[in-house]
């Protein structure tokens, strides 16, 4: 299932049915597992493992060095799990030293057409990327983290999970879990409800969700203050766990 013009370094490993399109290249590191599609004119290079069942289009560049001027050819890698989808011309590069030294997709991610994931980006499982969403390095994102067309991300912020971005929306702070951000730079518009409720939170979650969210931005309280009370909160509700965790870890600052 090697189309003929292919070039797979005789090194590479390969999975069972892993089917690899005219024209791409598979360079001497790489792994690749079982029923993985490959397009035409893909280039996987690097020290790069890519899982099962992955869907991975045309133009993709996966594993190239990181676009990092401290980069002194240091063996750091990519890895993306398994059933991710990743369009045309996406950019996905291994870490960097002075981080993990890998950079990091996880499973069932939706991908969509010329998104760029930098050096030592860490992203969790169920995230979804609309065109053009550009992360800078050591970006985290949580699961099911939704990312609008033209999001660009500033390095080294965090995403939660089940956070969701408008189109064009700059992101220079940490987004908290749940929360909807629009514009440049982002402000909070919202709990993502309806993500939320497709997912099978509970309404007693939900209503939680949204008191936390008044209590983050619209009792007027400091946010040391706000961090305080979600504590208590999540006492009550496991869901404002998440929140009042991420809240503790951010070191950027929140959008506010």
């Not at 700059?170 to 987004?175: G, N």
């Not at 997912?199 to 209590?215: M, N």
Request: proline share 3%; hydrophobic share 40%.
């Amino acid at each position: 299932m090697i189309h003929a013009s292919a070039i797979v370094h005789p090194n590479a490993r390969l999975g069972r049915n892993v089917s690899i399109g005219a024209y791409s290249l598979i360079g001497e590191h790489v792994e690749i597992g079982d029923d993985t599609w490959i397009g035409p004119h893909v280039v996987i290079e690097g020290r790069t493992r890519i899982g099962r069942g992955n869907r991975i289009f045309q133009f993709a560049s996966l594993g190239a060095v990181p676009q990092d001027k401290k980069y002194a050819n240091e063996p750091t890698r990519l890895e993306i799990g398994d059933g991710n989808t990743i369009r045309e011309f996406c950019t996905l590069n291994c870490g960097t030293a002075q981080d993990a030294g890998v950079t990091r997709l996880g499973s069932d991610n939706w991908v969509m057409a010329y998104v760029h994931i930098a050096h030592d980006c860490q992203i969790g499982d169920h995230t979804t990327f609309a065109n053009n969403a550009q992360l800078a390095g050591h970006v985290h994102v949580g699961d099911y983290a939704i990312l609008g067309g033209f999001t660009g991300v500033h390095q080294f912020v965090h995403i939660g999970a089940h956070s969701f971005t408008a189109i064009a929306t700059v992101l220079v702070h940490d987004l908290p879990p749940y929360v909807m951000a629009a514009g440049d730079s982002a402000k909070p518009y919202g709990i993502n409800s309806e993500g939320l409720r497709r997912r099978g939170f509970s309404s007693a979650a939900l209503a939680a969700i949204k008191r936390a969210y008044k209590t983050l931005y619209k009792s007027g309280l400091t946010l040391d203050q706000a961090r305080a009370q979600l504590t208590e909160q999540a006492k009550a509700c496991a869901e404002i766990g998440l929140l009042a965790d991420f809240l503790q870890s951010s070191t950027r600052g929140i959008v506010r």
